[in-house]
């Protein structure tokens, strides 16, 4: 079965610092990985995702996400947070089967201090 | 162009009552995906839609759950005779056409209570 990992609940980080939130997948065949963004009672916004070619994903924000199949991971990361940036982050995998439906990691809160 | 469009974006029930969640997917696109997300919890699949079919339900609790896409109008989730488990955020996500280049777009959720 498919599945995706986020082992951090949440995960803190000064403002100006470099961040990055991990995720995890277990998938057979090749991965199709999603990195979504939820902000309080809002709706999930897409960041970026891996289909394939360049390891490293650029998206929106400037966030960016680097695929490595030997560790089986996709972390999301921005070289400088800002306090706009708290928020949940969700990394998702694309089921393999016929329906496109994704599956998603529990989630990491991230907090930026100022 | 408009966005995936949810409503009513809160709505209370009491137990038994019935629950109707609508979901007017973007322009263009013809693949509907409900999505339930407890709270604390990730969002959790229940139905993938395409005009007029089910095209997989897997995820849809086997009873007073039932989903629809008509060739007309929205897709509409329908909890029959609501429990107090059932109070989630239910979110609606579309999509141009299936295949693996093509991003989900969510919705705003709408967000359930049951009393």
């Known amino acids: 079965a498919q599945s995706v990992a986020q082992p951090e609940d949440q995960v803190n980080v000064a403002e100006g610092n470099p961040l990055t939130v991990k995720c995890t997948y277990s998938v057979s065949g090749n991965p199709y990985l999603f990195w979504y963004v939820q902000y309080p009672n809002r709706g999930l916004q897409f960041l970026l995702k891996?289909?394939?070619?360049?390891?490293l994903v650029k998206g929106s924000y400037g966030f960016e996400a680097e695929f490595n199949k030997s560790q089986t991971s996709f972390h999301l990361k921005k070289p400088s947070a800002l306090v706009s940036d708290s928020a949940l982050y969700f990394c998702a995998v694309r089921d393999s089967g016929n329906t496109d439906k994704l599956i998603f990691g529990t989630g990491t809160r991230l907090q930026v201090f100022p | 162009n408009a966005g995936v469009m949810q409503n009513p974006r809160h709505l209370v029930r009491r137990r038994g009552q019935e629950a109707r969640l609508r979901c007017s997917p973007m322009?263009?696109?013809?693949?509907v995906y409900w999505y339930r997300q407890l709270p604390e919890e990730g969002l959790k699949f229940m139905v993938y839609?395409?005009?007029?079919?089910?095209?997989?339900e897997s995820g849809m609790p086997k009873e007073r759950f039932s989903a629809e896409f008509p060739k007309e109008g929205p897709s509409i989730l329908r909890i029959q005779q609501v429990v107090r488990g059932d109070s989630a955020a239910y979110f609606c996500?579309?999509?141009?056409?299936?295949?693996?280049?093509?991003?989900?777009?969510f919705g705003p959720g709408t967000r359930l209570t049951v009393t």
């Open positions: 891996y289909i394939t070619g360049d390891n």
């Open positions: 839609l395409q005009k007029e079919n089910i095209i997989d």
């Open positions: 996500a579309s999509s141009p056409a299936s295949g693996d280049s093509y991003e989900q777009y």
């Open positions: 322009k263009g696109h013809s693949h």
